[in-house]
């Protein structure tokens, strides 16, 4: 396999660590920290998911791990293909404040600008206010969503080499 | 009698939680009310006993999209109050990072929030099929405001590098040379989106506003100048209070600012544009007058066109400080306590933004009041919204919602902004 190929893999966690469960993205990718294969790349952004389409850019593969209001059972962890399917209204309803990760989604995707390959790891969340913690059946997820990521990781670099 | 009621629960693509009742009876407006529902978020209380070394933190955590606003009206309001005078290097570097701010907001309001209003579309990601390069472009003016914030304000959002007296630390001149390339590339998308909008359709509309703006003897305001009106007013920031008065209405969580002698009143692009456009460099005039964009522009659907300019004046003057740009001998001044007020009021992307802090000998805060653009704007969005509804009367339901909507956006609202100042009386038995 030449450079050019080569998969190159991003995992961005997205949430605000001050604001209890919406922070459980950037804990998940602060794990995964040093577990990663070689050529998987791990960032943290809170607010402007906007910017996650120049954050992509480049990237074959990537994994977006974020935290949703609860609807069913919080520490649910949901496991979501958005490469040809949009993100559920019932998983990000719009905000009147940012542009979230649904809406990034669509608008990246009318711009031509998704990666060929784009999954979301949504933990479902119980507490977002400020200066909280993660609840206990939200960090009890934790691990488990950076098993099933750390699963994957290697499980979409063979998707992109039979793509490519 | 006929009685035409419209009604936007929520009213989309503006920062935050607001909506509109209109009533129409016998083929006249008879009330129009922009309710902000936003919750009281109580700012002026939560300050009441922090020490002044906190302003700028706390304040920065008001908006997601203007922290720089709140930032630079905090630190030059304690700063007044302290007797502290800032380095010129400090000076230039603040105005760097208000360019930044300029640039990243107003990208986002003129192409993702706005534009979809002229060309039909329900928003920026069905509007992006057909005009994906503007989005594009949009989104590269964005990130370089963001690269500015993050570099000046230690990141995009919420920033954490400003201090009384300057910068916890200040860049060098090798940390700014990426940002400079990245502006050129900016400063012609700037351009490129100004002549974009310039080929929109601007809805009729003549507004006799009174403009207010800060005015500065030598630049295009942002951080510092006096306040005056298109009607003559001239005063010092500190005299902000004896010539407005907040007042709250029943339906809002966000109080109404008016003058005390002529009530409602302008702030923004258009007002600043008006009142300084003599402090413009001639090549952006001469852009201006290329996309035919008047002296005093008083249509508010070709607010959108001032704001695009001002991306480009922006893009220009951050270049211009960067080429000029020697580091500080010191990143702050240092700052003693005492027992005083201070007043500052800068130029947020939507119009002036005032701080007026009481300091105790400690430098605790006994007293603040802020008051941001929106809250000053409302009275002009209902005049605005009467005024447009009574043109469009003969548009069916859809469409005249439709432009209810775009006149409320032609004013950039930030409703989080607005709301943070709700006057609680507990009555205790």
Redesign the interface.
């Known amino acids: 396999m030449s450079a050019s190929d080569r998969p190159l893999m991003l995992v961005v966690g997205i949430g605000n660590p001050d604001r209890g469960d919406d922070g459980v993205g950037p804990v998940i990718v602060r794990r995964l920290r040093g577990r990663v294969p070689p050529g998987t790349s791990v960032r943290e952004r809170s607010g402007d998911a906007l910017a996650l389409i120049e954050d992509w850019k480049g990237f074959s593969s990537v994994i977006v791990v974020d935290a949703m209001a609860q609807i069913t059972e919080p520490g649910r962890i949901y496991r979501l293909e958005l490469t040809s399917n949009p993100l559920p209204v019932a998983f990000a309803p719009p905000s009147t404040h940012a542009f979230g990760l649904a809406e990034t989604v669509e608008l990246a995707r009318n711009l031509h600008r998704l990666p060929p390959f784009l999954i979301a790891y949504l933990v479902e969340g119980e507490q977002f206010e400020t200066g909280a913690l993660l609840s206990p059946m939200v960090a009890k997820a934790v691990e488990d969503a950076v098993e099933r990521i750390l699963t994957e990781i290697p499980a979409l670099s063979e998707a992109w080499r039979d793509h490519a | 009698m006929a009685t035409r009621t419209i009604r936007v629960d929520?009213i989309?693509r503006?920062?935050?939680?607001s909506s509109l009742d209109l009533r129409i009876r016998n083929g006249a407006v008879e009330t129009v009310r922009l309710s902000i529902f936003e919750p009281p978020r109580f700012f002026e209380a939560l300050l009441r006993g922090r020490g002044y070394t906190e302003v700028l933190d706390i304040v920065a955590r008001i908006c997601?999209i203007c922290p720089i606003a709140y930032q630079m009206s905090g630190v030059h309001a304690i700063e007044d109050a302290l007797g502290i005078a800032v380095d010129p290097a400090i000076r230039a570097l603040r105005r760097l990072l208000y360019c930044g701010e300029w640039i990243q907001s107003h990208a986002l309001h003129i192409v993702?929030l706005h534009a979809p209003d002229f060309l039909g579309y329900p928003?920026?990601?069905?509007m992006?099929?057909d005009h994906?390069e503007a989005?594009?472009r949009a989104?590269a003016l964005?990130?370089t405001g963001?690269e500015l914030l993050r570099l000046l304000g230690g990141r995009?959002?919420?920033p954490i590098n400003a201090r009384i007296g300057g910068f916890y630390r200040v860049p060098n001149r090798a940390e700014l040379a990426p940002v400079a390339e990245a502006l050129k590339g900016a400063r012609d998308r700037a351009i490129d989106t100004l002549l974009w909008v310039a080929g929109f359709p601007f809805p009729e509309c003549v507004r006799d506003y009174e403009f207010v703006a800060l005015r500065h003897p030598d630049e295009y305001p942002m951080n510092e100048g006096r306040i005056v009106s298109s009607a003559g007013l001239d005063i010092a920031v500190a005299d902000y209070e004896t010539e407005f008065i907040e007042r709250q209405v029943p339906y809002s969580t966000a109080l109404h600012s008016v003058m005390k002698q002529r009530g409602v009143y302008l702030v923004g692009p258009m007002a600043r544009y008006a009142l300084n456009r003599d402090h413009l460099p001639a090549e952006i005039r001469a852009l201006a007058g290329e996309v035919g964009l008047e002296p005093v522009c008083r249509n508010p659907f070709r607010s959108i066109l001032v704001r695009s300019l001002e991306v480009v004046y922006a893009c220009d003057e951050a270049l211009r400080l960067i080429a000029a740009y020697e580091p500080p001998v010191r990143p702050f001044v240092p700052a003693e306590p005492r027992a005083a007020v201070g007043y500052a009021c800068t130029e947020a992307p939507r119009g002036i933004l005032y701080h007026q802090y009481r300091l105790d000998q400690d430098g605790t805060i006994l007293e603040a009041s802020l008051v941001p653009p929106t809250a000053q704007n409302q009275g002009v969005i209902e005049e605005d919204l009467r005024e447009v509804a009574t043109a469009a009367l003969d548009l069916k339901e859809d469409a005249l919602q439709a432009r209810c909507e775009q006149s409320i956006r032609n004013h950039d609202p930030c409703?989080?902004c607005a709301a943070h100042f709700l006057k609680l009386q507990v009555h205790r038995a």
């Open positions: 929520y989309a503006v920062e935050g939680e997601g993702m928003d920026a990601i069905a992006a099929r994906g989005v594009e989104l964005k990130k963001n995009e959002i919420h409703i989080s």
